[in-house]
Structures are given as structure tokens and as C-alpha cells.
């Protein structure tokens, strides 16, 4: 029995996965806690503490959290997290690089930018293992990737945060903390157009709890008004992007909005899957491997997008345990982890 | 001599005016103090005792505060906001409401929608005093309103919130607070397009840090990092709208990006003006009348919507004092009061 740890530093979710391999079975567990890190970045290593396992076993970290601008620089940030990290996992623990390479952790520490937003080529490299050619959709609670996959290599157009919102590949979008604002500027109400208030009154997270595409449970950011997360409450927050209560405009026209906000995120991200398939050299795969949060949205943008969606956990029937394609690039980790020992092989 | 106070309680700042008329002089002297009501509700009545003048005089009062969604709904805004101002100012004070009439604080408080968001109709009955057919347009820190004037009254097509904003009356826009990832999906950088990030890491007021259109002792507002409002501080957060740091991308992209921005605004507000035309029966004016923190935008807006912008406070060529046309609503309502008695005239 062995196990392999992977960690997902995020911005506003840490997730952290422990891969149990034993003859030839596997198992994988994951485990994801809501922390704002500008809120408190300082908790950030009591909060690792508290995810880690009694278990032992390496350890791989990525990140995306060094974006808040609670860090000065990137750089900063990334230099902090993975003190954080070195203070409280055992190893060291090595780091996922924007290459797909697992560096040691003095190496990461040189080369900072090399280490930051590279969660999703953990996904990516996952898919790999899996399929020669490949577009992966992960969708969480703030971000988009789509990565392609080719010649059973993650094949990005860009590396950086930057590049990447260049080229598609990554949509700052996503089911929990989007601003409805940042989809449109106007919506339809009352047989017309109304324009919206960008204000931080609502979020997307409201949007699916009104359309009854996530639970209470599956909201797990704080709600912008600090009220619950009941229909009836998402439903006052979203109306107030007009200006205005259920009451007064009815709670149809409240859907209405929700429909319509849910199509333009559909747009969006389909969008992207185009641009990104228009420069696949040859033929572009007709799949779409989808994973994250946001799967459900994923799935749609893919189909409109031409594609068949496939699940993540789909691609690799030999690993068991929980919903862990909602936690891809941790679970990814662990995976490549175990995977470089040569020891296994999760593929069939 | 005799004096006339009026007050503006927004959700963002207050705004006092102090109307001091003597023989055939008058002369406005106005406050405006940064207060974001949802942090600190109950801090309100302390806040407007801070403002309040020693001298004696009736007290008129408009508000837009109670959009917040510190307050569960509008009306308890604006019954929780009145009782604030009943216990500080003496009279007890006048209502602005939405039909432009100075009811009795009993009356506002039985009917609290209709003397909610009503400030843009004190500034229009200001300008209807001095012109009988008038576009009014005033840019604020968050928001933008235009006002139609018409056979010497305000003749708006919305009254409510949402039916502003659906006529164009109301733009949820401003020169400070607006996330530029409401005016625009991408930006233009490296000779492409970039995806934008929507966090709250940047503002417009760093937009106009950026180009010089603002000091930093205009910047009236937090700023979304803490950090300070020198213009390479600006520069830091605006880069991080395309997840970049000025080192990564130069201090020239991000020029370009501020530049773009900006021109998306003045876009914005120049459609919501021809908009808002569009419905004027007969001939629409030529002139637009420019007020607000924001008037350097509006005098853009108009002129891209073909109209002449004259500033508010040209208008008024016997009210000396500050600048008072960045306190419009304020400063209109002591105008009102004052114009009221009869005993004053402040247009030639």
C-alpha cells in the first residue's frame, strides 16, 4: 500500500488529494476547504495543516493563489506559498512547473513565474496519460481552462495567465464567484433590454441556484451580501443587478435573467473552445474531456461548441473514490506522482 | 442672512451643501465625505453629525444609499437611512421624492419607494430653473445620470431605478468605482486581444490615475488592493486586469489598456445619451448641461453624442462658492429650499 498527495493552492479554494494504490487497485481522495487568501494569508499554513493526512508518502503542490492581490508581485506570492507549503509538508514537496515538470522545490523557488497558475497543465498532463489527442474543459468556481492535448502531450498555445486569456485557453469565468456583470451589459426584462449595475451584489453561484443547477452545499464561496444561499435568497441578490427587488419585478422575470445570464456564460466559454480548436494543426479531436465545479456548464459550451463531452473520471475507469474530477489538478498530482514510479498504471 | 442644507446620502459618500444667501448674494459651500455605508451602517448618524453645520436653516434630504444590499430590501433602506437623518438634522428634514416634490419626513417614511434613489431629480430641478429645455448629465463616482428637461421641468422617462436604467437615464457607471471588466471583455495588448480578468483588482479610478485625468486626492474611494494611489500603484492594479504585472507586459500596454478603457466608457455613455434623445418630442436640445466628479468624462460623452457641454455650475452665474456642481444633488436641494421661499433668485 503507498500513497502520493497533491495539492491545489488556489485563490479561494485549497484542494488537496491523497492517491491509495495497493495491487492493482487505486483509490482517490479528495478533500476541498474554502479559504479566501487575501482575507488572511497568514492562516494559510494552519489551513494546509488542517487538510493534511496522518498518511506519508511525496507530496506535489501547484498553485494558482499567488494571482490575489494580496501579493505585491506574483513572484511574492508564489515565494509565499511554497514557504507555507515547505513549512507543512513533508518531502520537501516537489513543484508542477508551466513545462509539466515536477521541480524540486529549491528550483521552483529560483524560478518563481515558472511555478505560478500551472494547475491546469496538471489536468492536462492527466489527460495524457489517457489520450493521444485531447481538449480538456476544466471549469471551477472562478476559472476556465481548455487545454489541448496532442501527441499525448499538453500542447498550450500560451504558458502564462496572460498568454493563455490571449489564446483562449484560459476564460477568467466560471459557476461560483463570476459577476453576472462581467457577461453582459444588459439583460432582457419586461419585453426589453435593462442595464445592469456591476456592482459585487451577485454572483453566478446565484444564477445556478435559481436555475436549480447547484445545491446549497455546491455554493462554497461566501454569498456578496453575507445572507444564505436559499433560492429565495439568490433570487433577491440577483434581482438587485437591475436595481430591484423580486418583488417588484416578479420572480419569472428574476429566471429570466438567470436563463439568459447562463446562455451568454455558455457563449463564452464556447467561444474560447472554438478559438482554441482553430489552431490545432490537422484535424481537431471531435471529444471534450470536461472536469471541475463547472462541469455541468463545460459540457454545454462543449456541445455547442461541436464537441462530445467525456467525463475526466471517465478516462481512467481504474481509479476509484470519490467525485474527484471536481478537483482535478490535485487529484491530477497525485496521479502523476504515483504514475512516475513506474509502479502503475491507471489506463487500461 | 439665511441658510439652506441639503444632503445627498449615497452609498459610497455623503454629500452636504450649505446655501449662505445675503442681499442679492449667495454662495454654496458643499462637503463630501468617503463613506461606504455597508461596512458600517449604524455609523451613518455619527457620520452625518460630523457633517453637520452649526449655523440654522431648514434641511432637505435625497439619498441612493439604500440600494446597498446591507439593507434586506430598499424600502427598509431608506425607512433605516431617513431615521439616521431625522435624529441628526433639525426640522425635522424635507424628502426629495421621485416626483421631484419636498414631502414631509412623515410622507417619505409612508411611502419610502418613492423618495428612494431620488437625487438625480434634485439636480434636474436645479437645471430646470435655470433652462427650460435641457439634457442633464451627471457622472459621479459610481454613476451616471441623464435628465431630460423639458417646458422647465424634469421629464424622465423612468423613475425607478430599473426604469432609468432601462431607458438610459440611468448608466451604472463612474469615474472611480466601475470594474473596467464591465466595459469590456478584451483589451487590446501585444498587438491582439486579451481576455479580462473580473476580480475587484482594479478599478476605473486607476483608468484615469493612469492618463492623469484625476489627482490622487480625487481618488475619493478605497482602493481595491489597500495599497496607495500614486500612478505606478494604479498601473499595478490595472496590469492585474490581464493577470500581468507592468514588468511583464510595460508600462505602454498598459497605457493602451487605460486608453481603450476610457474610450469604452465615454462609448457607453454616449449611446445611453442618444438613447435618451431619442425619445424627446420636437427638437432636442444641443447643449448638454455636465456635473458630477465624473464631468470630464460627461464633456467627452456629450461631445461624441453631438451636443455642447456646458458645466452646471455656469448656469448659475450669481451662486459663488466651491465647486459645488461635484455635490449636484446637495448642493441643489439648499438651491430648492432657498428658491422656495420666494425671497431668492439665482438665475439671471
Given amino acids: 500500500m503507498a500513497d502520493y498527495f497533491g495539492w491545489d493552492i488556489g485563490g479561494v479554494h485549497l484542494k488537496a488529494a491523497r492517491l491509495s494504490a495497493a495491487s492493482g487497485r487505486a483509490s482517490l481522495a479528495t478533500r476541498i476547504l474554502g479559504f479566501e487568501i487575501w482575507r488572511d494569508p497568514a492562516a494559510l499554513t494552519s489551513r494546509l495543516r488542517s487538510l493534511r493526512d496522518a498518511r506519508s508518502g511525496p507530496h506535489a503542490v501547484t498553485m494558482t493563489a499567488e494571482l490575489s492581490d494580496v501579493f505585491p508581485t506574483r513572484a511574492e506570492g508564489v515565494r509565499t506559498i511554497l514557504g507555507a507549503c515547505a513549512e507543512v509538508l513533508p518531502g520537501p514537496p516537489r513543484v508542477l512547473n508551466l513545462r509539466g515538470r515536477l521541480v524540486t522545490l529549491d528550483e521552483a523557488l529560483e524560478r518563481p513565474l515558472e511555478a505560478a497558475a500551472a494547475n491546469w497543465m496538471a489536468s492536462a498532463k492527466l489527460v495524457a496519460l489517457a489520450r493521444r489527442e485531447a481538449l480538456l474543459i476544466d471549469i471551477g468556481s472562478t476559472t476556465t481552462d481548455i487545454v489541448p492535448v496532442r501527441d499525448g502531450e499538453p500542447r498550450p498555445a500560451g504558458r502564462t495567465d496572460t498568454e493563455r486569456l490571449m489564446a483562449g485557453e484560459l476564460v477568467y469565468t466560471g459557476v461560483l464567484r463570476t459577476p453576472p456583470a462581467s457577461l453582459a451589459d444588459t439583460v432582457p426584462l419586461a419585453g426589453g433590454w435593462c442595464r445592469v449595475c456591476p456592482e459585487?451584489?451577485?454572483?453566478?453561484?446565484?444564477?445556478?441556484?435559481?436555475?436549480?443547477?447547484?445545491t446549497e452545499e455546491e455554493y462554497t464561496v461566501p454569498t456578496p451580501d453575507g445572507r444564505g444561499r436559499s433560492r429565495n435568497e439568490s433570487m433577491a441578490r440577483l434581482a438587485r443587478l437591475v436595481g430591484a427587488d423580486p418583488a417588484t419585478i416578479g420572480p419569472t422575470a428574476v429566471e429570466t435573467m438567470a436563463h439568459f445570464l447562463q446562455e451568454r456564460q455558455v457563449d463564452q466559454v464556447a467561444r474560447a473552445i472554438v478559438q482554441v480548436r482553430?489552431?490545432?494543426p490537422g484535424d481537431p479531436p471531435s471529444e471534450a474531456i470536461v472536469a471541475g465545479a463547472g462541469s455541468f456548464l463545460a459540457d454545454c459550451a462543449a456541445r455547442r461548441a461541436g464537441l462530445t463531452p467525456i467525463r475526466l473520471d471517465a478516462l481512467f475507469p481504474r481509479l476509484g473514490g470519490d467525485d474527484w474530477s471536481r478537483a482535478a489538478p490535485s487529484a491530477a498530482l497525485a496521479v502523476l506522482l504515483a504514475a512516475e514510479t513506474g509502479d502503475y498504471r491507471f489506463t487500461s
Avoid at 200 to 214: E, K, N, P, S, W
Fill in 278 to 280: 482553430a489552431l490545432w
Fill in 200 to 214: 459585487h451584489f451577485t454572483v453566478m453561484g446565484d444564477v445556478y441556484r435559481v436555475l436549480g443547477a447547484i
